[in-house]
T-cell receptor, first 110, second 114 residues
Framework: GQNIDQPTEMTATEGAIVQINCTYQ??????LFWYQQHAGEAPTFLSY????GLEEKGRFSSFLSRSKGYSYLLLKELQMKDSASYLC???????????FGIGTKLQVIP | SAVISQKPSRDICQRGTSLTIQCQVD?????MFWYRQQPGQSLTLIAT?????????ESGFVIDKFPISRPNLTFSTLTVSNMSPEDSSIYLC???????????FGPGTRLTVL
């Protein structure tokens, strides 16, 4: 099975940088997702990492270390609209199910 | 990418009744899933919808309570049977294409059981 841990809440200032960490323990691993979910809306895809290292996509970057069971999502130049929950999710080795963490609720303040 | 729609978007139901939620994808997807998201919580996988065969259920979910159909590669239904207030939740349909690492979500169905 999968066990995924991430902080439940974070607060950061507009224009700043924030790093949201995610650790996981898994019996099989085939990639890690980050999703953004605004209140009352469906999750939207941000990134997918299957190899170690940093993937950059505009203001958002995602990092993975498979040996450490660790990932982080880095958000730069924070904007008020970035206030949302950020979900870390792990896909198992059989390409089947994706298991989600509890999500980190990020509040961006002026 | 794929666009997923769900019907109904929301419903209020009486205890003991059943509701069927429809999920339509605008392109063929190899994998379809049904998730539940209870208030303030993350997504919990209910089952994987398999085309032309019985769905694969996760621990804690059974076919009698959550029957699922998937007659083709673009459509699936989830029924919430004999509902109780504990079934009040958002139910989300999700799909993934074969060579695509991205998993898409529908807008969700917000269910309230009185």
């Amino acid at each position: 099975g999968q066990n995924i841990d991430q902080p439940t809440e974070m607060t950061a200032t507009e224009g700043a940088i924030v790093q949201i960490n995610c650790t996981y323990q898994t019996s099989g691993f085939n990639g890690l997702f980050w999703y953004q979910q605004h209140a009352g809306e469906a999750p939207t895809f941000l990134s997918y990492n299957v190899l170690d290292g940093l993937e950059e996509k505009g203001r958002f970057s995602s990092f993975l270390s498979r040996s450490k069971g660790y990932s982080y999502l880095l958000l730069k130049e924070l904007q008020m609209k970035d206030s949302a929950s950020y979900l870390c999710a792990v896909r198992d080795r059989g390409y089947q199910k994706v298991t989600f963490g509890i999500g980190t609720k990020l509040q961006v303040i002026p | 990418s794929a666009v997923i729609s769900q019907k109904p978007s929301r419903d209020i139901c009486q205890r003991g009744t059943s509701l069927t939620i429809q999920c339509q994808v605008d392109s063929q997807v190899t994998m379809m899933f049904w998730y539940r998201q209870q208030p303030g919580q993350s997504l919990t996988l209910i089952a994987t919808a398999n085309q032309g065969s019985e769905a694969t259920y996760e621990s804690g979910f059974v076919i009698d309570k959550f029957p699922i159909s998937r007659p083709n590669l673009t459509f699936s239904t989830l029924t919430v049977s004999n509902m109780s207030p504990e079934d009040s939740s958002i139910y989300l349909c999700s799909g993934r294409t074969g060579g695509d690492n991205e998993q898409f979500f529908g807008p969700g169905t917000r269910l309230t059981v009185l």
